[in-house]
T-cell receptor, first 113, second 114 residues
Framework: AQSVTQLGSHVSVSEGALVLLRCNYS??????LFWYVQYPNQGLQLLLK??????LVKGINGFEAEFKKSETSFHLTKPSAHMSDAAEYFC???????????FGKGTRLHILP | NAGVMQNPRHLVRRRGQEARLRCSPM?????VYWYRQLPEEGLKFMVY????????ESGMPKERFSAEFPKEGPSILRIQQVVRGDSAAYFC????????????FGPGTRLTVL
């Protein structure tokens, strides 16, 4: 069975500071990994995804994530936080066997002025 | 190219009533997924449908919940005799299937049961 653990339900960073949102996954097969962002009262928007190939994945809005198989991690980073990055972020895992996506519980990112 | 459409965006029902949530997938997509998001929780998979077929309903409660995706028209998630615990945001996603089936999400329907 697949699962996702996001460390920290709330993370606060200062504007301009590094953003680091942690995600660890469990999967018995090679995973597909995703980060989604959800702004208040909106649906989910895909930030980036890892399927195969290069383990450092670049996404929209300056975000990137690195797939580390040895650590079963897929942490999300952004060098410099912007006020508009305040939202909830979900890490997710999927595979080729099942078509459903398994989501973490989410991390709410707060940006301090 | 319109994205995934869901309606209504907000739905209020009294206990015991029925709730019908609609999802129109992106053009060209024949796979639909329903997820439920409870307050302070991530999204939980409910059901995966292709046209006229339920592929995986392992996340769907056994009673009161049903889903369909007819040959024509939107996918419908139906909740009979709603209870307060059904209050949540319900998200639909669609994909075209294939070996990597990226799912695109709709804006969600927020159901409130009074």
């Amino acid at each position: 069975a697949q699962s996702v653990t996001q460390l920290g339900s709330h993370v606060s960073v200062s504007e301009g500071a590094l953003v680091l949102l942690r995600c660890n996954y469990s999967s018995s097969v090679p995973p597909y990994l995703f980060w989604y962002v959800q702004y208040p009262n909106q649906g989910l928007q895909l930030l980036l995804k890892y399927t195969t190939g290069a383990t450092l994945v670049k996404g929209i809005n300056g975000f990137e994530a690195e797939f580390k198989k040895s650590e079963t991690s897929f942490h999300l980073t952004k060098p410099s936080a912007h006020m508009s990055d305040a939202a909830e972020y979900f890490c997710a895992v999927s595979d080729l066997i099942n078509d459903k996506i398994i989501f973490g519980k989410g991390t709410r990112l707060h940006i301090l002025p | 190219n319109a994205g995934v459409m869901q309606n209504p965006r907000h739905l209020v029902r009294r206990r015991g009533q029925e709730a019908r949530l609609r999802c129109s997938p992106m053009k060209g997509h024949s796979h639909v997924y329903w997820y439920r998001q409870l307050p302070e929780e991530g999204l939980k998979f409910m059901v995966y449908l292709q046209k006229e077929n339920i592929i995986d309903e392992s996340g769907m409660p056994k009673e009161r919940f049903s889903a369909e995706f007819p040959k024509e028209g939107p996918s419908i998630l139906r909740i009979q005799q709603v209870v307060r615990g059904d209050s949540a945001a319900y998200f639909c996603a669609s994909s075209h299937g294939g070996s990597y089936n990226e799912q695109f999400f709709g804006p969600g329907t927020r159901l409130t049961v009074l």
